[in-house]
């Protein structure tokens, strides 16, 4: 309900600036075109209500939308308002499947102010922004992909030794669905090749996807035997992944990794940390997540060119109305201010709707061709 509400405050806010676009523009019957000073018959669609022209924006792409805005002065005005793109920035953002680090919006905080004259509406070019981050411009970006940079991904992909990442996370842990047990049995998405025996806290996994192979070592934070009775009880386990130090800062955490760790993460090629997006943390959660995806890339162990993929996790498709937003995620664990490359993508444990997307951008920002 308050999503609702504050959808319509929203556009009752661009409506508001589009009538004085209008006021400014619009005679009754006739209007001057900005190009060449000539007086141009108003068409049908400039003739209809404000709200009813709003309410058609609403259901264009944001290429027919700079197609709309090539028009006429009045329609340029109408698309280049940035209420217009922040109405759409958070109407659209909890719905967005995946985010990464070449997409994310910048100044966040600034686009999520009131709609009418909030901080940064008027000097953040949001309409950049929001065509960046949204799928469709997504999408766009990986067709304009530069000469260059074709070149250098043929070059990575001549090596010959499969990729390795290492996987961990609570989501591997918190969640009632196992996601590691559906990813392993269910060909149709990633295909088994290869086990290698489960030491308790950890397994190796090797997948085919579009003729590649990569490896996947899975690690847990604790034994099997202490999964499952937090799993059944809730009791509270050790984790045997991570070392907490001491705090320097009050609300500060710091995390070291034990030898055998440290050697796993000098080995691998990328991560994949598994995010439990039921939950809704203390903010004492959130920076102890954010210390750990941070000791496991630290630059001691490899080079920032490593990428981090984050998978959201909830259980089954019905828990997807409570799912974290992809960028909220993003937001929380501070994954702009990594040097590596990221993504992060929504997905279910029991379908694993949007593994594909996922496992393809890690594989491609690994230096693999697909």
Same mark, same amino acid.
């Given at each position: 309900?308050?999503?609702?509400?504050?959808?319509?405050?929203?556009?009752?806010?661009?409506?508001?600036?589009?009538?004085?676009?209008?006021?400014?523009?619009?005679?009754?019957?006739?209007?001057?075109?900005?190009?060449?000073?000539?007086?141009?018959?108003?068409?049908?669609?400039?003739?209809?209500?404000?709200?009813?022209?709003?309410?058609?924006?609403?259901?264009?792409?944001?290429?027919?939308?700079?197609?709309?805005?090539?028009?006429?002065?009045?329609?340029?005005?109408?698309?280049?308002?940035?209420?217009?793109?922040?109405?759409?920035?958070?109407?659209?953002?909890?719905?967005?499947?995946?985010?990464?680090?070449?997409?994310?919006?910048?100044?966040?905080?600034?686009?999520?102010? %009131?709609?009418?004259?909030?901080?940064? +509406?008027?000097?953040? *070019?949001?309409?950049?922004?929001?065509?960046? $981050?949204?799928? &469709?411009?997504?999408?766009?970006?990986?067709?304009?992909?530069?000469?260059?940079?074709?070149?250098?991904?043929?070059?990575?992909?001549?090596?010959?030794?499969?990729?390795?990442?290492?996987?961990?996370?609570?989501?591997?842990?918190?969640?009632?669905?196992?996601?590691?047990?559906?990813?392993?049995?269910?060909?149709?998405?990633?295909?088994?090749?290869?086990?290698?025996?489960?030491?308790?806290?950890?397994?190796?996994?090797?997948?085919?996807?579009?003729?590649?192979?990569?490896?996947?070592?899975?690690?847990?934070?604790?034994?099997?035997?202490?999964?499952?009775?937090?799993?059944?009880?809730?009791?509270?386990?050790?984790?045997?992944?991570?070392?907490?130090?001491?705090?320097?800062?009050?609300?500060?955490?710091?995390?070291?990794? %034990?030898?055998?760790?440290?050697?796993? +993460?000098?080995?691998? *090629?990328?991560?994949?940390?598994?995010?439990? $997006?039921?939950? &809704?943390?203390?903010?004492?959660?959130?920076?102890?997540?954010?210390?750990?995806?941070?000791?496991?890339?630290?630059?001691?162990?490899?080079?920032?060119?490593?990428?981090?993929?984050?998978?959201?996790?909830?259980?089954?498709?019905?828990?997807?109305?409570?799912?974290?937003?992809?960028?909220?995620?993003?937001?929380?664990?501070?994954?702009?201010?990594?040097?590596?490359?990221?993504?992060?993508?929504?997905?279910?444990?029991?379908?694993?709707?949007?593994?594909?997307?996922?496992?393809?951008?890690?594989?491609?920002?690994?230096?693999?061709?697909?």
């Amino acid at each position: 309900m308050g999503n609702a509400n504050s959808d319509r405050r929203n556009g009752s806010v661009v409506r508001r600036s589009f009538r004085n676009v209008r006021k400014k523009l619009v005679g009754n019957e006739m209007r001057s075109d900005a190009g060449n000073g000539e007086k141009a018959l108003l068409s049908f669609i400039d003739l209809l209500p404000v709200d009813m022209q709003f309410h058609i924006m609403t259901f264009l792409s944001p290429q027919d939308l700079c197609r709309l805005g090539g028009t006429s002065r009045y329609w340029r005005m109408l698309v280049r308002d940035p209420r217009l793109w922040r109405y759409f920035m958070l109407r659209d953002i909890p719905h967005w499947s995946s985010i990464d680090h070449l997409s994310m919006p910048k100044q966040l905080d600034a686009l999520k102010g %009131p709609l009418s004259g909030g901080p940064g +509406c008027h000097t953040q *070019d949001v309409m950049a922004e929001y065509i960046k $981050a949204c799928s &469709d411009g997504r999408i766009l970006g990986q067709r304009s992909k530069p000469v260059y940079k074709r070149f250098t991904s043929f070059l990575r992909s001549l090596r010959t030794k499969e990729p390795r990442f290492a996987m961990f996370g609570p989501g591997l842990e918190q969640l009632e669905v196992s996601l590691i047990a559906n990813m392993m049995f269910a060909p149709n998405i990633l295909r088994v090749v290869g086990i290698t025996q489960d030491t308790g806290i950890g397994a190796g996994i090797t997948f085919m996807h579009k003729q590649c192979r990569f490896n996947v070592l899975v690690i847990y934070s604790s034994n099997s035997v202490q999964r499952g009775r937090h799993r059944v009880g809730h009791i509270q386990v050790n984790n045997e992944l991570f070392i907490n130090e001491e705090e320097q800062q009050p609300g500060k955490f710091v995390c070291q990794l %034990p030898p055998h760790i440290q050697e796993v +993460c000098q080995l691998v *090629d990328g991560f994949i940390y598994v995010a439990n $997006a039921e939950a &809704d943390q203390a903010s004492g959660g959130i920076e102890e997540a954010q210390a750990q995806i941070r000791a496991m890339l630290q630059p001691n162990w490899g080079p920032s060119s490593r990428p981090l993929l984050v998978l959201s996790c909830v259980s089954n498709t019905w828990l997807a109305s409570q799912h974290t937003s992809c960028v909220s995620t993003a937001h929380q664990l501070q994954l702009s201010l990594l040097p590596n490359p990221w993504m992060v993508q929504n997905t279910t444990a029991r379908l694993l709707s949007g593994m594909i997307n996922g496992v393809t951008w890690l594989l491609m920002h690994s230096g693999i061709r697909l």
